[in-house]
């Protein structure tokens, strides 16, 4: 797990695709220009870069549709309604989704981070291309309730978006792929990298000894589905959550036994901010988190083996362990990401 340990070079990562001819993206960086850079000590992008090359107007155009609630059928929930910015892109304070005329959903909105990196998406995988994730939330009679070819008519009559699809593509043609791949431009340069916990990997500072503490026990304890600095190994689990499995998960795709109750690991970035946690939303504080792995966790027969190796049912940890934790799980939040202006609604 080298990823974690420090003296990793101390590159500024991989320049994948630049569209301005911008200055690095340093914290007071106000041109506005949008840029992907692959952090150094990530693994290898998962989206396909080239088929949809970042521009500065593709990401400008997607930010707009991001924000825009005329992608609901009455115009009053746009996606940026249940992925908030100031909340690493969750409902914050929701616990399951909060969509059109108050209607609630049945699981808890995910953040929106690192997406470049997701092989699925949705907390049972059921999606495997970032550009078929919108069509989902916006046909969903629970979140925005819209048909798509009604809100392209939309974009289509509206005074700016011709130009903006112009501008983007090329022509002023409003069409579904092109809709999809500007949200994509969005919400692939969505990268949260500069932590602190980011900034002690690339040497640039120290942790706290209890940070450090927590750290190494994370290391034990979570990172074989936590892992690499993406902190999610991308695959489905069962962490015991629900009692009696009512949420089947992954098994839903896959309508394999083995995989009822299992849900895609998810990131732990900006986990301070994205409360409250889990698919159900159940788990109010990162001590109830903890609290949970350590004598909460339901066994059942698809529950993880990582989850019972202790010689019990949870994870073994020490109330002074999980205060350790804890102080490094908020090593890992980034306020520059989460207040990035251009990832604002302009
Ligand atoms: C009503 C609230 C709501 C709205 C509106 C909404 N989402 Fe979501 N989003 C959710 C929830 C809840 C999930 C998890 C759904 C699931 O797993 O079944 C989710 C999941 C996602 C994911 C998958 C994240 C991951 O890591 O798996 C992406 C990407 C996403 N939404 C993007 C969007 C986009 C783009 C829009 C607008 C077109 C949008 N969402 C509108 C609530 C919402
Ligand atoms: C066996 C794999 C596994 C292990 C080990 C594990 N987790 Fe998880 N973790 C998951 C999965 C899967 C979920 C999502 C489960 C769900 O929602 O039903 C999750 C959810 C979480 C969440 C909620 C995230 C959110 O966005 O709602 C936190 C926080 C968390 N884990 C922290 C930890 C910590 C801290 C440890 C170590 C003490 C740990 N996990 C160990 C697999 C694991």
Same mark, same amino acid.
């Not at 002023?172 to 500069?194: C, G, H, K, P």
């Not at 019972?308 to 306020?335: C, M, P, V, Y």
């Given at each position: 797990?080298?990823? /974690?340990?420090?003296?990793?070079? #101390?590159?500024?990562?991989?320049?994948?695709?630049?569209?301005?001819?911008?200055?690095?993206?340093?914290?007071?960086?106000?041109?506005?220009?949008?840029?992907?850079?692959?952090?150094?000590?990530?693994?290898?992008? #998962?989206?396909?870069?080239?088929?949809?090359?970042?521009?500065?107007?593709?990401?400008?155009?997607?930010?707009?549709?991001?924000?825009?609630?005329?992608?609901?059928?009455?115009?009053?929930?746009?996606?940026?309604?249940?992925?908030?910015?100031?909340?690493?892109?969750?409902?914050?304070?929701?616990?399951?989704?909060?969509?059109?005329?108050?209607?609630?959903?049945?699981?808890?909105?995910?953040?929106?981070?690192?997406?470049?990196?997701?092989?699925?998406?949705?907390?049972?995988?059921?999606?495997?291309?970032?550009?078929?994730?919108?069509?989902?939330?916006?046909?969903?009679? +629970?979140?925005?309730?819209?048909?798509?070819? +009604?809100?392209?008519?939309?974009?289509?009559?509206?005074?700016? /978006?011709?130009?903006?699809?112009?501008?983007?593509?090329?022509?002023?043609?409003?069409?579904?792929?092109?809709?999809?791949?500007?949200?994509?431009?969005?919400?692939?340069?969505?990268?949260? !990298?500069?932590?602190?916990?980011?900034?002690?990997?690339?040497?640039?500072?120290?942790?706290?000894?209890?940070?450090?503490?927590?750290?190494?026990?994370?290391?034990?304890?979570? !990172?074989?589905?936590?892992?690499?600095?993406?902190?999610?190994?991308?695959?489905?689990?069962?962490?015991?959550?629900?009692?009696?499995?009512?949420?089947?998960?992954? /098994?839903?795709?896959?309508?394999?036994?083995?995989?009822?109750?299992?849900?895609?690991?998810?990131?732990?970035?900006?986990?301070?901010?994205?409360?409250?946690?889990?698919?159900?939303?159940?788990?109010?504080?990162?001590?109830? #988190?903890?609290?949970?792995?350590?004598?909460?966790?339901?066994?059942?027969?698809?529950?993880?083996?990582?989850?019972?190796?202790?010689?019990?049912?949870?994870?073994?940890?020490?109330?002074?362990?999980?205060?350790?934790?804890?102080?490094?799980?908020?090593?890992?939040?980034?306020?520059?990401?989460?207040?990035?202006?251009?990832?604002?609604?302009?």
């Amino acid at each position: 797990m080298t990823s /974690y340990q420090k003296g990793i070079p #101390v590159l500024a990562g991989i320049l994948l695709s630049l569209s301005l001819l911008a200055p690095a993206c340093k914290k007071n960086d106000t041109s506005g220009a949008v840029k992907f850079v692959a952090p150094a000590s990530f693994p290898t992008p #998962v989206y396909n870069l080239s088929a949809n090359p970042l521009t500065q107007s593709g990401f400008v155009l997607g930010r707009k549709l991001f924000y825009d609630n005329r992608l609901s059928r009455d115009s009053t929930i746009s996606c940026g309604s249940c992925h908030q910015q100031f909340a690493s892109f969750v409902h914050a304070g929701h616990i399951v989704s909060h969509g059109i005329d108050n209607k609630l959903g049945h699981r808890n909105t995910p953040a929106l981070v690192n997406l470049a990196w997701s092989y699925d998406f949705f907390w049972d995988g059921g999606v495997h291309d970032m550009d078929l994730v919108p069509p989902n939330p916006i046909k969903n009679p +629970v979140e925005m309730d819209a048909q798509l070819p +009604v809100v392209l008519d939309r974009l289509r009559n509206d005074s700016k /978006y011709p130009g903006m699809f112009k501008d983007a593509f090329g022509t002023d043609e409003i069409t579904t792929t092109r809709f999809l791949q500007a949200l994509s431009q969005f919400m692939y340069t969505l990268v949260s !990298a500069n932590s602190k916990y980011d900034k002690y990997v690339r040497g640039e500072t120290t942790l706290a000894a209890e940070e450090q503490q927590g750290l190494h026990l994370f290391q034990q304890k979570c !990172a074989t589905c936590h892992t690499t600095d993406l902190f999610t190994d991308r695959k489905f689990h069962n962490n015991g959550i629900q009692p009696t499995i009512t949420d089947s998960g992954r /098994y839903n795709v896959t309508l394999d036994p083995a995989d009822i109750g299992k849900f895609k690991t998810p990131t732990l970035r900006n986990i301070e901010k994205t409360g409250p946690y889990m698919h159900t939303g159940g788990l109010r504080s990162l001590q109830a #988190v903890l609290d949970y792995y350590g004598s909460s966790v339901n066994a059942s027969a698809t529950l993880d083996t990582v989850l019972t190796r202790d010689g019990r049912t949870g994870i073994a940890l020490s109330e002074d362990e999980k205060t350790q934790i804890i102080a490094f799980l908020k090593t890992l939040t980034d306020e520059d990401f989460m207040k990035d202006p251009r990832f604002s609604e302009q």
